[in-house]
């Protein structure tokens, strides 16, 4: 069995700070948490007392009365580094991903697609976007002309302007774009 550990002793203006973060509702909850074990263990209850009353579990109730008995208020307000959820996708995926789009182009096209990018890095199609949005990079529109990787580009643009300078007695011309993937 383990021995009851000492009373934590609380000031009145940290017990009132802690009281206010246990009730307010705009509290988050973690925090709100942590005060509430701080003010049972300054009320003297046993480690675990404190976890079954909580319904939390006693090296939880240790965490947090040693965090407050170094720091004070600002130990339980606070995260450590390092703890929290990981990004799933390392941040030189994310620059790889930035720079490619900005700076290179896909073989056989004008820019990358969502799709493109994302098979290139072995991402999702979604976090390209999310990645474009978050930097506000729209590769689909472009603000210069993009000259075209076709090898005949050059005879078919003579073939289309020559029409339009000088074009057959009552000719039709009908230009049709083609949509390569």
């Known amino acids: 069995m383990w021995m009851a ?3 934590l002793c609380l000031s009145e203006p940290e017990e009132t700070i802690l009281r206010g973060l246990a009730r307010a509702p705009s509290t ?3 925090i709100a948490m942590r005060a509430r074990i701080v003010l049972l263990a300054g009320e003297g209850l046993a480690n675990t007392m404190i976890a079954e009353r909580l ?7 240790l965490l947090w009365r040693g965090r407050y008995a170094k720091r004070r208020t600002a130990g ?15 941040v030189h995926t994310v620059e790889k991903i930035i720079r490619d789009t900005l700076y290179t182009t896909p073989p056989a096209a004008t820019h990358w697609s969502c799709r493109s990018l994302a098979r ?8 390209v976007k999310e990645v474009w949005q978050a930097n506000g990079l729209k590769p689909h ?6 000259l075209s990787n076709d090898p005949h580009f050059v005879d078919k643009l003579r ?4 029409l339009y300078l000088n074009p057959p ?5 009908l230009s049709i774009d083609r949509f390569r993937r």
């Open 120 to 127: 290139k890095h072995g991402v999702s199609h979604n976090f």
């Open 5 to 7: 550990a000492a009373p």
């Open 169 to 173: 007695e009552h000719a039709f011309v």
């Open 141 to 146: 529109l472009v603000k210069t002309f993009k």
């Open 159 to 162: 073939d289309v302007v020559g």
């Open 55 to 61: 319904s939390i579990s006693r090296p939880t109730v």
């Open 76 to 90: 339980i307000l606070t995260i450590e580094k390092g703890r929290g959820r990981k990004p799933e996708v390392p």
């Open 28 to 30: 988050p909850q973690g």
